[in-house]
């Protein structure tokens, strides 16, 4: 099959052409980059001379439909919107890495991404990509909104307990930190080397634009409105998301109990790795793969379940979780081209 990256110059198209290289079923044929074209990929990322060396291309409709049958999106927020209508209807299925198509709330888009949102005609086809949680409406899309980093490690953590009613909706908790490469590409004096080295900050507090879709997600999973308090931090590492959890319980549950229904909810879920009781998972155990792995404590002192859990904000948090999608999309086995170990150290 014959597959584009619109956004070719960024982290999450490099991602995707290191999966997409080997994968069996996929030839990358067009990287659109609209500052960048007629510019060799290569000459962006050198360490892919004589790998890639293609040359990018600006944005055409018509061709990107006659040439291919699948485009990644992986472009900052409020583009895709101006271009994904454009090619579903011409049978071209997409994959937006952006969050363009994640909200449905229209007030809720303008508050936190700051435009107005894609056309609600479009928003209703898109299929929201937790691979793990909705894999049998992915089959069908012809649009996944991939989800962000933060609400993958976090909703896969939390969706275990919420949907078996084991933990109160009030009051949870989200402790997260994420490596520089989650700020993308574009210089930022914040990211500079002599700003974030040997440094740890805290950032957006109350108006990160994954609030609103944790909350939707967990919202969904509850049936009823649950809002969250998301306190997000960057650390100076490269790769990573560390999501760490505190929800009250509604009745008294030991780890072990709560690791065994982990452990049963996610049983053919390949990519989701439950720890065992004592082991608790690190961002470095995860690195360049596709896993998403989850420790569980349950405090019996306090009535609080502490659920950490890790991805690899460029794989599992966007690229790696993009062609687990198309993988579903096309009825192939969803690990194909991205069932890679962690590289450790």
Known sequence: ???????????????????????????????????????????????????????????????????????????????????????????????????????????QYQHYYGEEMAAADYIVKAVY?????????????????????????????????????????????????????GAGRSLSQGFHFSEMQENFKAYKLGVHKHIPEIEQVLSDTANEAIQVTFTPHVVPMTRGIMSTIYVDLKEKQSTKELINLYKEFYQDKPFVRIREEGVIPQTKEVYASNFCDIGLYADERTGKLIIVSVIDNLVKGASGQAIQNMNIMNGWDETTGINQLPIYP
Do not use: W
């Open 129 to 181: 990509g937790l691979s793990e949680i909705n894999k049998e409406a992915i089959k069908d899309a012809l649009l996944v909104a991939n989800p962000g980093c933060y609400p993958t490690a976090t909703t896969l953590g939390l969706i275990p307990v919420l949907s078996h009613n084991l933990a109160e909706y009030q009051h949870i908790i989200i402790d997260a930190k994420t490596g520089t490469t």
């Open 1 to 107: 099959m014959n597959v584009a990256i619109v956004g070719g110059t960024g982290y999450g198209a490099v991602e995707l052409l290191r999966f997409l290289y080997n994968h069996p079923h996929v030839t990358v044929v067009k990287i659109i980059s609209h500052s960048n074209s007629g510019t060799s990929f290569s000459e962006v990322y050198p360490h892919l001379v004589n790998i890639i060396d293609m040359e990018m291309d600006s944005f055409d409709i018509d061709q990107l439909a006659e040439e291919v049958e699948l485009v990644f999106f992986a472009t900052p927020s409020n583009v895709s919107k101006n271009y994904i209508p454009g090619l579903i209807d011409k049978g071209v299925k997409c994959i937006d890495l952006s969050g363009d198509f994640r909200l449905r709330d229209g007030e």
